[in-house]
């Protein structure tokens, strides 16, 4: 079988695979960290670690290139954890089984990892060679970016050298991206009230599964099903004709992944359970009629369940579900500057029952602060109005677009140069980590680039290896043309 070392270029990949063998899902980086910081210094390069965990690796300009000025590569350490319901699989515990897949590299049923995985791997790369010229480098790894963007939020001024970063975290080669969304993630949590299953009740497990889900900044557009949405609008839909009880809902597991399941516990009186199979036939219909496109493999199922002791109150159900229905998701509005790039969205990522307790997560994505603010707004409206609490965190700004950055247009040159014809200059709708860096190196140019990367933050999620190749001789050759210091 052909090994992931075998594809070209081989330091990259045999970097990827290493990657791949050590777990290193958001919040449990370290042992991947520790790796590579021992084999940094072993290869006799300066390495540092900082107050929150970020690893910076430094080396020094190859010779006839000191003046040159200082680049920074930039990725995450984590990955998003997430697989098909029938995988078994310990992210934090097992390595990342890949697999060569005619013109792709993807994973047996989990995340690849690839986000930020490939671009982790081509700054080591480079690191790792004698045969590339360059002027100072150094590379920095960030921790928690998938979950929270800790490492971007905890790096302090004055450790960083250099004068350009080069942020290896984008998703589609041939786009020169230059600006991002930011975000701020969303906590409903909503008390409600149980009471005694009726007499009478059968009870059911109601699952839907089979969507794709993905990321919910690069994916948020496609149409695709969100199973929280979807699941809630049945429930909301039917609960009060056939005097539906529910005692437990539940979907997704990250509040940056368009989640691909969703179930609830529910309980109908004996003579109204045939209805709720006929309701539930009819919406699978409904759901595979309009989601035909996106959705070819979306599963709807119904079945019996053991009784539960409690279910929530009437009136606790009746506003949970309301709210949970009338919960804006998705793209809420397209940006005029940048024409097919959205500009704000959001995801209902996780619901989950504790108790008495129903916690909803969310993330708010925008290019601007004002639709950030906006949307985050709506949210708390609709917690003021069902009752529930409402807490907004981990706030980040967006990168604004710099149309004069020096690297940006080395990057578009060299691209050209290379391959014949421009990059699309692009702004993205995921959240990159470059606005956070520009609050403590505000004079740090930036630009981000990196291979074709589909369906990340779901298990269907591959790599392109003809792009990876291109990406790399991209890199390898913007770093050459980088120009003085006081050029």
């Known amino acids: 079988m052909e090994q992931l070392r075998d594809l070209s ?123 590339i010229p360059h002027g100072p480098l150094e590379v920095l790894l960030t921790i928690n970016e998938e979950a929270g963007m800790t490492g971007a939020f905890g790096l302090q001024a004055g450790l960083l050298k250099g004068d350009i ?24 949590n909503r008390t409600i009230g149980r009471q005694a299953l009726p007499a009478g009740y059968q009870s059911f497990e109601l699952t839907l599964s089979g969507l794709k889900g993905g990321h919910s900044g690069c994916d948020i557009h496609l149409g695709r099903g969100n199973a929280n949405k979807l699941l809630a609008r049945f429930l909301f839909g ?38 709720l199979k006929a309701m539930v036939d009819r919406y699978r219909g409904i759901l595979s009629s309009e989601l035909a496109a996106t959705e070819p493999t979306l599963k709807l199922e119904l079945s ?27 793209v809420i509005r397209m940006s ?27 993330l708010v994505r925008s290019t601007i602060d004002s639709g950030r603010n906006m949307v985050e707004n709506m949210l708390r409206a609709l917690a003021f109005t069902a009752g529930a609490d409402m807490e907004a965190s981990g706030a980040y700004p967006g990168w604004k677009p710099d149309a004069t ?31 956070l860096f520009k609050e403590p190196y505000p004079s740090l140019d930036m630009v981000s680039i990196g291979p074709t990367i589909r369906f990340p933050h779901s298990p269907d999620e591959k790599v392109d290896i003809a792009s990876v190749g291109r990406y790399w001789e991209l890199l390898v050759a913007v770093l050459g043309a980088i120009p003085d210091r006081n050029a």
Request: glycine share 8%; charged share 20%.
């Open 304 to 330: 019996p369940a053991d009784a539960p002791a409690q279910v929530f109150t009437t009136a606790d159900q009746r506003t949970l579900l309301a709210m949970m229905h009338a919960t804006p998701n998705g």
């Open 336 to 362: 005029d500057v940048f024409p097919g790039v959205v500009e704000t969205s959001t995801n209902m990522g996780v619901v989950k029952t504790t108790g008495e307790q129903v916690e909803i997560l969310f």
């Open 238 to 275: 039917h609960a009060e004709e056939l005097e539906l009880c529910v005692a437990d809902i539940r979907g997704g597991s990250l509040r940056n992944a368009i989640p691909r399941e969703a179930g609830a516990t529910i309980a109908v009186s004996a003579a109204n359970a045939d209805a």
């Open 9 to 131: 270029p081989n330091s990259l990949w045999q970097w990827f695979e290493t990657i791949c063998s050590i777990p290193h899902p958001s919040g449990h980086e370290i042992a991947l960290r520790d790796h590579i910081q021992q084999w940094a210094q072993a290869e006799g390069l300066e390495t540092q670690v900082d107050t929150v965990g970020n690893l910076i690796i430094r080396k020094p300009a190859t010779v006839g290139m000191e003046d040159r000025k200082g680049v920074i590569l930039q990725a995450h350490l984590d990955m998003v954890p997430q697989c098909n319901a029938d995988k078994q699989h310990v992210f934090e515990q097992d390595p990342i089984t890949t697999i060569i897949d005619g013109e792709w590299v993807r994973a047996d049923g989990t995340t690849l990892g690839a986000d930020n995985g490939i671009g982790m791997a081509s700054a080591l790369a480079v690191m790792a060679a004698q045969d």
């Open 405 to 435: 950055s020096p690297v940006m247009q080395i990057v578009r040159d060299v691209y050209q140069e290379k391959f014949g014809k421009l990059p699309s200059i692009q702004v993205i709708h995921a959240g990159l980590e470059c606005g």
């Open 165 to 188: 970063l080069i942020n290896t975290d984008s998703e589609e080669e041939g786009d020169v991206y230059m600006g991002c969304a930011g975000g701020v993630d969303v906590q409903v």
